[in-house]
């Protein structure tokens, strides 16, 4: 709640300041210190904002569900590293009609990992039946993914606690959960700190390839700023690009946003990052909500992409 205070203070002062259109429209966007955020970065440091005519402020947030009543509100314009679950139920709910301006993330293999202590005496996936695992949101991106691998693995589910990315690391040390299903760049913070170890790949088959987070707006504000949503896009793209074909790009960029170091980021397991959004991917997302009862009905996620 003190992190929800202090962006709604950092952005309600006057607005976003997305009013206007097209060439010299400000942006605001609300971004989480993850890899998912790397091609927001690169656009901004690339000036390729800067030559779609856009200014881009970037008010930094620890979860992406923190930022949604700012959206709602209009007091952000836009959330990287946005969370498809979260919004796609907010969405369902009728709490925020949503629309996608570009793709963020896919799952990669090691981009996200299930961690114990190094002494644990958890040594597979199947011990974790009825364990305490952390993760950042309880039945969203996290849980969906983990619970997809285990039952193709024909493991139990664990017993989810929510924990904040930066606190998961103190969480597992002090032996408040039995393990932590943590992304990057916290996934190898965590195991350069303590010494964890690796139990499960986060981004293994069933879920390697799944579209897990993305830029999201609002209807509302696509319809108003269709040139400046239509900018951003590109840039965010053009980034995206830069990101999948040179991952030293996103190497580099990291230890400007996120608590890592330049070491730190020559290692860490990257996702995949998409040119485009693919609307069949993001039906495989909607598809395996459904299936753990995470959306009540089919979502067509063509009709939510601003194109």
């Known amino acids: 709640m003190a992190a929800l205070a202090l962006l709604v203070a950092a952005c309600g002062a006057g607005g976003s300041g997305g009013a206007g259109d097209g060439k010299g429209a400000q942006v605001t966007v609300a971004a989480l210190p993850l890899t998912d955020s790397a091609a927001l970065y690169i656009a901004r440091d690339r000036g390729l904002f800067e030559k779609e005519g856009l200014k881009v402020r970037i008010q930094p947030v620890q979860q992406s569900i ?11 314009d836009v959330i990287a590293s946005a969370n498809y679950v979260t919004f796609l139920q907010a969405y369902e709910e009728g709490a925020l009609d949503i629309r996608v301006l570009a793709e963020g993330v ?4 090691h981009m996200m990992d299930v961690l114990v202590p190094k002494d644990s005496p958890l040594k597979t996936a199947a011990d974790l039946k009825g364990k305490k695992v952390a993760v950042n949101i309880l039945n969203n991106i996290q849980t969906l993914t983990l619970n997809a691998i285990l039952e193709q693995q024909g493991a139990g589910g664990p017993v989810y606690r929510q924990i904040a990315f930066p606190q998961m690391g103190p969480a597992l040390e002090k032996g408040r959960v039995d393990a932590v299903h943590v992304v990057e760049p916290f996934d190898s913070a965590i195991q350069d700190s303590l010494q964890a170890r690796v139990l499960v790949d986060g981004g293994a088959s069933p879920v390697e390839s799944l579209p897990i987070s993305g830029y999201v707006t609002t209807a509302r504000y696509a319809k108003q700023h269709p040139d400046t949503a239509a900018a951003f896009r590109r840039a965010i793209e053009a980034a995206s690009k830069i990101a999948h074909q040179d991952p030293s790009a996103v190497r580099e960029e990291l230890p400007k946003y996120a608590k890592v170091s330049a070491a730190q980021a020559k290692s860490i397991g990257l996702p995949a990052y998409p040119a485009a959004t693919d609307p069949g991917r993001l039906r495989r997302l909607t598809e395996l909500m459904r299936k753990q009862g995470l959306l009540k009905k089919a979502v067509n996620p063509s009709t939510l992409l601003v194109k």
């Open 66 to 76: 923190q930022a949604l009543p700012a959206l709602s509100k209009g007091q952000v």
């Open 106 to 109: 896919r799952v990669a293999p």
